[in-house]
């Protein structure tokens, strides 16, 4: 056989009892709101899953030395990443909120893969349990459900190592301990700790335990579906703003960094230099984009224009997709900023989506190093990033990952537009699916939805979300034929 088929069951049928008991927590939520007709629709999904997945788990003989190689690995996420859209999709039509499949998929891929588009104009319509449930997506996506899931290997007899490698985002994973387990599970107090802390200083503000809740999962996770169709505009309050802008930022940085940090390891914070670009880029866009609206007279203080800039440079950069205000009527220098920040994205290990900032980095250096030898054919030129020599298979990986990025961009416009859309709705609602962003320009802008699109385009840009959040290489690797060479 080519996949161990044994382990990779026991560790599918987890992440369905995973799926199945999170959505324990809506119900409850449902419960409390008295929405009988959710809190079923509910029990119908997470009571099955629950069962079949531990009897599964039970039932499926355990090997000894079990092994899950890295083919083993990639099947693994892809597998699970859809199997758990089309799972959590099932509340949405159980209960009627969302009724038709395709969009039902495309919300809750959207909500796993943190993107934050949406098919709903007014999600504040929505039962309680089924928008709690809408924006736990988020949180459960966020730092990967997989991650969490390989925490729990070890009761299973299953390592995790090729999982993490597969899921994690970036080119690279600093492994904070000696297991992979511990990282996982030491990512995750840091992970809730964060969601914790946003949630009392929003409900701080005046804001309901439930909105606070609701979108904190969304701005840690960097998912971006808010409860309300004005997003984080409909509080207008500056407090609020604030703190959602920064968490926002923070979790488009390297989780591990906060490990070191909290363990005193203060200078290899700061030192980092991924994180250094970062938060540069954070500071130059949201000048640029103050000065433009102020100059502009589209606010009529720099103070208001440098509150509205911060915020949607922190949502598009992090790629949450969370607004304050609708950026396709802002001037066409801020949009062409908003859109180079859309391919950027968060640090490598973040929450965030897009390129990652140090691909970036390294493939600016690939370029620059192509000007210098062309200036100085014979000179030695090798790529160090912190001081340290990069290899060549990394940046292989970097520049393919690239190529890549751009190509399934430049695929899914072409059959996006196939629809009928405008080259900038097609372009900007793929860019804002694949880098998992959530709203584009257009027809999919800060004000719309993609409810619009036939049901085809829907579940094309569903797995165009999934294919973002794994980095692209973890999908397009099982329709290659060497992945099925048994022989290899």
């Known amino acids: 056989m080519v996949l161990n088929v044994k382990p990779i069951t026991k560790v599918l049928c987890a992440v369905m009892v995973l799926v199945g008991t999170a959505m324990i927590i809506p119900g409850a939520v449902s419960v409390y709101y008295k929405e009988w007709v959710v809190v079923k629709s509910f029990a119908i999904c997470f009571i099955p899953m629950i069962v079949i997945g531990l009897l599964a788990i039970r039932l499926t003989p355990k090997e000894d030395n079990a092994v899950l190689r890295m083919r083993d690995g990639f099947f693994i996420v892809a597998v699970a990443w859809i199997v758990m859209s089309v799972l959590g999709a099932l509340p949405f039509m159980i209960s009627g909120s969302i009724p038709n499949f ?17 098919v709903i104009s007014a999600p504040e319509l929505l039962p309680k349990g089924i928008l709690f449930w809408r924006s736990f997506t988020h949180w459960l996506g966020g730092m990967g459900v997989l991650v969490l899931t390989i925490a729990l290997l070890p009761m299973l007899g299953i390592g995790g190592q090729k999982i993490m490698r597969a899921e994690t985002t970036g080119p690279t994973m600093d492994k904070i301990s000696f297991t992979t387990n511990e990282t996982a599970k030491k990512l995750y107090v840091i992970y809730g700790g964060m969601t914790l802390l946003e949630i009392i200083l929003l409900y701080f503000t005046g804001m309901g335990l439930f909105d606070a809740c609701c979108n904190t999962f969304g701005t840690v996770g960097t998912g971006g579906l808010a409860t309300h169709g004005a997003s984080i505009g409909y509080y207008g309050k500056v407090s609020v703003e604030m703190i959602i802008a920064v968490f926002m930022m923070l979790a488009g940085i390297n989780f591990s960094l906060y490990y070191h940090l909290i363990t005193g390891n203060v200078k290899s914070f700061f030192k980092d230099k991924e994180l250094r670009v970062y938060l540069a880029i954070v500071a130059t866009a949201t000048v640029f984009i103050a000065a433009m609206l102020y100059c502009k007279s589209v606010y009529g203080s720099i103070g208001e224009a440098l509150r509205y800039a911060y915020f949607q440079v922190c949502s598009i950069l992090t790629t949450t997709g969370y607004g304050t205000a609708d950026f396709d009527m802002w001037p066409i220098p801020c949009k062409i900023i908003i859109l180079l920040l859309m391919f950027v994205g968060g640090c490598a290990g973040s929450t965030g989506g897009g390129m990652k900032v140090i691909r970036i980095i390294l493939l600016c250096k690939l370029l620059k190093r192509g000007v210098d030898k062309k200036l100085h054919p014979r000179a030695a030129a090798p790529l160090k990033f912190d001081g340290k020599p990069v290899g060549v298979d990394t940046m292989s990986g970097v520049a393919s990952f690239a190529a890549l990025y751009l190509a399934t961009i430049l ?74 060479n048994k022989n290899r």
């Open 102 to 118: 395709c969009d039902a998929f495309f919300e809750t891929a959207s909500g796993f893969s943190t993107t934050g588009s949406t």
């Open 411 to 484: 695929a899914g416009s072409i059959l996006v537009s196939l629809s009928g859309c405008d080259i900038v709705t097609s372009l900007t609602s793929v860019i804002a699916c694949v880098s998992n962003i959530g709203p584009g320009f257009n027809l999919v802008g800060p004000s719309c939805t993609f409810a619009f699109f036939p049901g085809a385009i829907k579940i094309l840009l569903g797995l165009l979300m999934i294919a973002g959040r794994l980095e692209l290489f973890t999908i397009i690797l099982l329709f290659t034929p060497q992945y099925w």
